[in-house]
């Protein structure tokens, strides 16, 4: 059975840094990109970033650019979320999510995990 887990939420002031991980189990992970979703009280999840296969390709939503960095490492089974600059507007509950299309991936997944909360907050 598929599983992704994900680590690394919690609480940090604005500015601040965080690093989410998300562990993928019960399936060959190279053959899937990863990405991640957030979702903020009150509003509908959205699409965050997402890695290919290989990992040569990324995609960014606009209001992660430049702050956000995905990575991954597939013989640990393992992605990784850099967050830099942390805004209040951050806060959500992030969800990891797998998709066997790369150009899916930041639309239909095939994949979630149970979600991380990242609070943003002074």
């Known amino acids: 059975q598929q599983h992704l887990v994900e680590a690394g939420g919690g609480l940090v002031q604005p500015g601040g840094s965080l690093r989410l991980s998300c562990v993928a189990s019960?399936?060959?992970?190279?053959?899937?990109?990863i990405g991640w979703f957030r979702q903020a009280p009150g509003k509908e999840r959205e699409a965050v970033s997402c890695?290919?296969?290989?990992?040569?390709?990324?995609d960014y939503a606009d209001s992660v650019k430049g702050r956000f960095t995905i990575s991954r490492d597939n013989a640990q089974n393992t992605v990784y979320l850099q967050m830099n600059n942390l805004e209040p507007e951050d806060t959500a509950v992030y969800y990891c999510?797998?998709?066997?299309?790369?150009?899916?991936?930041?639309?239909?997944?095939?994949?979630w995990g149970q979600g991380t909360q990242v609070t943003v907050s002074s």
């Open positions: 019960g399936f060959i992970t190279d053959v899937y990109a």
């Open positions: 890695i290919s296969m290989s990992g040569g390709s990324t």
């Open positions: 999510e797998a998709t066997r299309t790369f150009r899916l991936c930041m639309l239909y997944p095939d994949y």
